[in-house]
């Protein structure tokens, strides 16, 4: 296949409002994404970040432009598209092999196969022994890591992620950012990762996007290496570099909201 993973073309996206009025929130994004690539998206709150996360799900239907996953047109939601949460959304009422058979189930995945597929997942993402948890006996971390293994199920091209460690403590987040990494790696996943956290961009992504202040378009795109590891001397160089692109707009943001 020789078509990108996600091709955006001049995409515009408005929120309707309170008595027939819209915002618009996204304007004039062109951006291409390969396959395998690991790109993030930073900019202020309320550029839209989370937004063109949705549309490439195909959650909700572009106002202009086009989205086009592996060539096709987005639509609407695909399996070749999964998304991870901020919040963990697993469903409280099965456990956490129970979770991660959901959407294989849903696929009609034989039986023997989803079972080592499940457990396959749950090993790769530490969470051995707690299989028969449910959501509510687990950390934060833990379920988000359960939730990580449950998109990655049902086997999806590309991996959409909103935020997915932004509720999480210092040193489990720390834990997160090193089993993604070691997750896209081994998979070869596309993933396209949604934060406010330069740091964590820089040291997770190939690239970083960095969007302007609402309505949000691609300011510039940066790109960043594949850091072994977070403490590498070059990361805190890419993130001054990046840092001082950022902060022109969430300092014009923060005027225009004031």
Aim: hydrophobic fraction near 40%; proline fraction near 5%; include cysteine.
């Amino acid at each position: 296949m020789t078509e990108p993973a996600v091709a955006i073309d001049r995409l515009t996206y408005r929120y309707e409002a309170a008595r027939g009025s819209s915002v618009l929130a996204l304007t004039d994004v062109t951006l291409t994404i390969e396959r395998g690539e690991f790109v993030s998206l930073l900019g202020p709150s309320g550029c839209g970040k989370s937004t063109l996360l949705y549309l490439i799900g195909g959650f909700m239907p572009a106002a202009g432009g086009a989205i086009r996953v592996n060539g096709k047109p987005v639509v609407g939601p695909g399996p070749d598209r999964g998304i991870v949460f901020q919040q963990f959304a697993l469903f409280p009422w099965r456990t956490v092999i129970r979770n991660v058979l959901y959407g294989m189930e849903k696929q009609r995945v034989p039986k023997a196969e989803r079972l080592e597929r499940a457990h396959r997942l749950i090993r790769e993402v530490g969470l051995t022994g707690f299989e028969n948890h449910y959501p509510s006996q687990l950390s934060g971390g833990m379920r988000q890591r359960a939730a990580i293994a449950r998109t990655l199920a049902v086997d999806p091209d590309i991996l959409l992620m909103d935020e997915p460690f932004g509720a999480l403590d210092a040193q489990t987040r720390s834990i997160m950012q090193e089993q993604l990494k070691a997750i896209w790696r081994a998979t070869g996943k596309t993933v396209i990762f949604v934060t406010h956290d330069v740091r964590e961009a820089v040291y997770l992504s190939q690239r970083v996007v960095i969007m302007s202040k609402r309505p949000g378009t691609v300011k510039e795109i940066i790109s960043t290496e594949d850091f072994e590891s977070e403490t590498d001397t070059r990361v805190q160089s890419a993130v001054e570099h990046i840092w001082q692109q950022v902060k022109v707009e969430f300092a014009d943001a923060a005027v225009a909201h004031a």
